[in-house]
């Protein structure tokens, strides 16, 4: 029993017409006949009376009306499902990503993703960024939404097998409490922060964080550390307890309180977000995403 014999089953069962059920099919009567022929000795049972003037369905044939119409319903939606997967719109994709980038844009992003493929699910690790790049190695996470830009990171250089692509762009900002002596201008040189102590994102959890205390040295000092973090999330809470300033994601301003400032920097620095991801990668849903925004940006 096949899924075409019991197509032609059901027509005739419809029609109760071996000559409408051909005409309907876009077939002549005697292939048709034969078929529902071939299904009966399959099953070892009639399936339809037929007389000259008639024909009906026998009490199998009644029964197997109820279970090929089933039968045939779960085959189309298996069809639809495998169809989906295959061009990315069912599926699941797994995001690493700090809490800053989540709240600071990535969040938005997904949002959008849902309404376009909302048969995908998507899964949220919050990592560490190097954490999240060990991760798509691995195959536990499949796209690392992080401040690093893989090509210049002499740490994953030597993967071959992860790509790198922009996602959007970001500059840095100073955070500083209330009081500050720089909180009233509309700009902050980075070099009359020297004096001051700096809540620093932990130099081994990224690049990110090592090209923050670059930029500090180039400027001219070396931060004094009062504290150190593996996401910037949590340092407007530090500023405002009075650790002292710290350089963080513009986009950070967006979810504080008002016991801190936040002010562009000069020289102008970057905090840009990348997508890394596999470059082998199998899943039609994750290439999917990645075409998708591609295209939408």
């Known amino acids: 029993m096949d899924l075409r014999q019991l197509r032609y089953f059901l027509a005739v069962a419809e029609d109760l017409s071996f000559t409408r059920a051909a005409r309907r099919l876009h077939m002549s009567q005697p292939p048709l006949s034969q078929a529902i022929a071939q299904l009966e000795a399959g099953l070892r049972t009639r399936l339809f009376t037929r ?6 369905l026998t009490p199998a ?3 197997l009306e109820m279970q090929a119409r089933a039968l045939l319903a779960q085959a189309e939606r298996a069809q639809q499902q495998v169809m989906s997967v295959g061009a990315g719109q069912s599926g699941k994709i797994e995001i690493g990503a700090t809490g800053t980038i989540l709240r600071g844009g990535l969040a938005g992003w997904l949002a959008d993703y849902r309404r376009h493929a909302p048969q995908v699910r ?3 690790s919050e990592q560490a960024p190097a954490l999240q790049v060990r991760d798509v190695l691995e195959h536990r996470t499949d796209i690392s939404f992080n401040r690093t830009d893989i090509t210049l990171d002499r740490s994953v250089a030597r993967h071959p097998d ?3 692509t922009l996602a959007w762009r970001e500059t840095l900002a100073v955070i500083l409490p209330l009081g500050h002596r720089l909180a009233g201008t ?3 040189r980075l070099a009359d922060l020297a004096e001051d102590e700096h809540v620093m994102l932990h130099p081994d959890s990224s690049e990110f964080a ?3 205390q670059r930029s500090c040295v180039e400027a001219g000092f070396l931060p004094r550390v009062s504290q150190q973090v593996v996401d910037s999330q ?4 530090l500023i405002a307890a009075g650790f002292g300033v710290a350089l963080v994601p513009a986009s950070t301003a967006r979810f504080t309180s008002d016991d801190v400032v936040f002010r562009p920097v000069t020289p102008h620095l970057v905090a840009d977000v990348y997508m890394i991801y596999r470059l082998r990668e199998q899943s039609p849903a994750v290439h999917e995403f990645l075409r998708w925004r591609a295209g939408s940006g």
């Open 234 to 237: 949590s340092i407007p809470s």
């Open 210 to 212: 090592r090209y923050i």
């Open 51 to 56: 007389t000259s003037r008639r024909v009906e």
């Open 122 to 124: 998507t899964v949220i």
């Open 186 to 188: 509309p700009a902050v």
């Open 61 to 63: 044939g009644q029964e």
């Open 162 to 164: 992860l790509g790198c």
